[in-house]
């Protein structure tokens, strides 16, 4: 039976440039929460957000050819650029006809919209578009960017299913491996939304916090006083593998992606469904792909963005699938630290689950002070501090606005 390995990973995010920034600053708890310096918030309601910062992307990409692409596409060529020399990745000896990109993105080219409809209005309506607009706004344009820098031949695709779009396109990646379409497949996802719509549309649906007097503070999964998410941007990149292939080249292996469940809560276009049933769907749908029992899982990532109805939703869920080991069975929600990343969250949590297994080591839930009286006292959300464990199996669950779930499980490699 074929095998899927993690050979590779890159990120840049709101707690790093690269995947040791991120991990270091992750488990020791900081806040990537800022002030938004990217465009004038004085009229919005939400002044903050959990943004990159000091990144130089022209170390990655000529700037000639930044200028011809949305950040979103950036970010996706920085994570895939670490991704590919993390995995060994060479042009010249791998198969380009057996390897593919699968990425993801909820929004896309936001970034360009914005600022070419914000300039076409203050100029009297004189269409002045660039003429990379339509290429720099379209959502498959990162993962056409990958396949065209590496040269990459096989399958190639974008995933969008708003918050789960990067989990989705790992699942997508693991099961094209599994059938015997593909030795290698780069999996992530990029998301670069914070501008003037995205703001300003999350606002209006009352989603995200505004919290600006602490804004470092304001992201706060399953506390009694959150008050919505906080956006976050960046990209995160997997190199999944073959086993055999990773063997035969002498891969350096991180763990073995064994599962992954999809559902749809089929619910509400926004709230999650109150007894989390599309989320127990996909998570036993995963644990029984892996061939795992619920005491076998070590860590989940939950979803949690900090939602006033979401995250009790999330604990109901775990609780009842893993009513029997909720006493040995640790949570987290790193978006406390990095923010929601929307489209690319699922893969950079997925990274934090990797990582977690490589250090024995669960990140925490930040900015935690009082739990949720609708959340069950007995679940261990891993409260402010990270925590020395084994971490044999780590789950990692994504939910998007249109009822869409995935979820994923890493393994400890045997």
């Given at each position: 039976?074929?095998?899927?390995?993690?050979?590779?990973?890159?990120?840049?995010?709101?707690?790093?440039?690269?995947?040791?920034?991120?991990?270091?600053?992750?488990?020791?708890?900081?806040?990537?929460?800022?002030?938004?310096?990217?465009?004038?918030?004085?009229?919005?309601?939400?002044?903050?957000?959990?943004?990159?910062?000091?990144?130089?992307?022209?170390?990655?990409?000529?700037?000639?050819?930044?200028?011809?692409?949305?950040?979103?596409?950036?970010?996706?060529?920085?994570?895939?650029?670490?991704?590919?020399?993390?995995?060994?990745?060479?042009?010249?000896?791998?198969?380009?006809?057996?390897?593919?990109?699968?990425?993801?993105?909820?929004?896309?080219?936001?970034?360009?919209?914005?600022?070419?409809?914000?300039?076409?209005?203050?100029?009297?309506?004189?269409?002045?578009?660039?003429?990379?607009?339509?290429?720099?706004?379209?959502?498959?344009?990162?993962?056409?960017?990958?396949?065209?820098?590496?040269?990459?031949?096989?399958?190639?695709?974008?995933?969008?299913?708003?918050?789960?779009?990067?989990?989705?396109?790992?699942?997508?990646?693991?099961?094209?491996?599994?059938?015997?379409?593909?030795?290698?497949i780069i999996a992530g996802g990029s998301e670069a939304a914070i501008c003037e719509s995205p703001i300003g549309g999350f606002s209006g649906a009352r989603a995200l916090s505004t919290n600006n007097e602490n804004y470092q503070s304001a992201s706060k999964p399953f506390d009694k006083d959150r008050d919505g998410f906080v956006m976050g941007e960046g990209a995160g990149a997997i190199m999944l593998e073959e086993y055999e292939h990773a063997i035969k080249r002498g891969a350096k292996i991180y763990c073995e992606l064994?599962?992954?469940?999809?559902?749809?809560?089929?619910?509400?276009?926004?709230?999650?469904?109150?007894?989390?049933?599309?989320?127990?769907?996909?998570?036993?749908?995963?644990?029984?792909?892996?061939?795992?029992?619920?005491?076998?899982?070590?860590?989940?990532?939950?979803?949690?963005?900090?939602?006033?109805?979401?995250?009790?939703?999330?604990?109901?869920?775990?609780?009842?699938?893993?009513?029997?080991?909720?006493?040995?069975?640790?949570?987290?929600?790193?978006?406390?630290?990095?923010?929601?990343?929307?489209?690319?969250?699922?893969?950079?949590?997925?990274?934090?689950?990797?990582?977690?297994?490589?250090?024995?080591?669960?990140?925490?839930?930040?900015?935690?002070?009082?739990?949720?009286?609708?959340?069950?006292?007995?679940?261990?959300?891993?409260?402010?501090?990270?925590?020395?464990?084994?971490?044999?199996?780590?789950?990692?669950?994504?939910?998007?606005?249109?009822?869409?779930?995935?979820?994923?499980?890493?393994?400890?490699?045997?």
């Amino acid at each position: 039976m074929r095998r899927v390995v993690v050979t590779g990973i890159g990120t840049v995010n709101p707690l790093g440039n690269n995947t040791n920034d991120f991990w270091n600053n992750l488990i020791n708890g900081y806040s990537g929460a800022s002030l938004i310096d990217s465009f004038d918030t004085t009229h919005f309601k939400t002044k903050f957000a959990c943004q990159i910062k000091n990144l130089d992307v022209t170390q990655y990409i000529e700037k000639a050819e930044a200028r011809k692409l949305d950040l979103f596409t950036q970010y996706a060529l920085v994570a895939t650029d670490q991704c590919t020399k993390d995995a060994g990745f060479d042009k010249e000896s791998w198969d380009l006809e057996r390897m593919g990109v699968i990425w993801a993105t909820g929004i896309g080219g936001v970034r360009t919209i914005d600022e070419g409809l914000i300039d076409y209005a203050q100029n009297n309506s004189i269409p002045r578009f660039s003429p990379f607009f339509i290429t720099k706004t379209i959502p498959n344009m990162a993962s056409g960017h990958i396949t065209i820098r590496y040269g990459i031949l096989g399958l190639s695709y974008t995933i969008i299913s708003a918050c789960a779009s990067s989990n989705s396109a790992i699942a997508d990646a693991y099961n094209y491996i599994l059938l015997g379409k593909a030795n290698a497949i780069i999996a992530g996802g990029s998301e670069a939304a914070i501008c003037e719509s995205p703001i300003g549309g999350f606002s209006g649906a009352r989603a995200l916090s505004t919290n600006n007097e602490n804004y470092q503070s304001a992201s706060k999964p399953f506390d009694k006083d959150r008050d919505g998410f906080v956006m976050g941007e960046g990209a995160g990149a997997i190199m999944l593998e073959e086993y055999e292939h990773a063997i035969k080249r002498g891969a350096k292996i991180y763990c073995e992606l064994v599962g992954t469940g999809m559902a749809s809560d089929a619910f509400h276009v926004t709230a999650t469904h109150p007894d989390g049933l599309g989320a127990i769907r996909a998570m036993k749908e995963a644990l029984k792909e892996a061939h795992l029992k619920p005491e076998d899982v070590d860590y989940i990532n939950a979803h949690a963005t900090a939602t006033p109805l979401g995250d009790p939703c999330e604990c109901k869920a775990i609780e009842t699938v893993f009513n029997g080991s909720i006493d040995t069975l640790h949570i987290s929600a790193t978006k406390s630290m990095t923010g929601h990343l929307l489209g690319a969250a699922g893969v950079v949590e997925a990274i934090a689950c990797i990582l977690a297994i490589k250090h024995n080591k669960i990140p925490p839930t930040i900015n935690f002070n009082e739990l949720d009286p609708a959340i069950n006292p007995k679940l261990n959300l891993t409260p402010n501090n990270a925590v020395d464990k084994e971490v044999k199996v780590a789950m990692n669950n994504t939910f998007g606005f249109g009822g869409h779930i995935a979820v994923t499980i890493f393994k400890k490699i045997e």
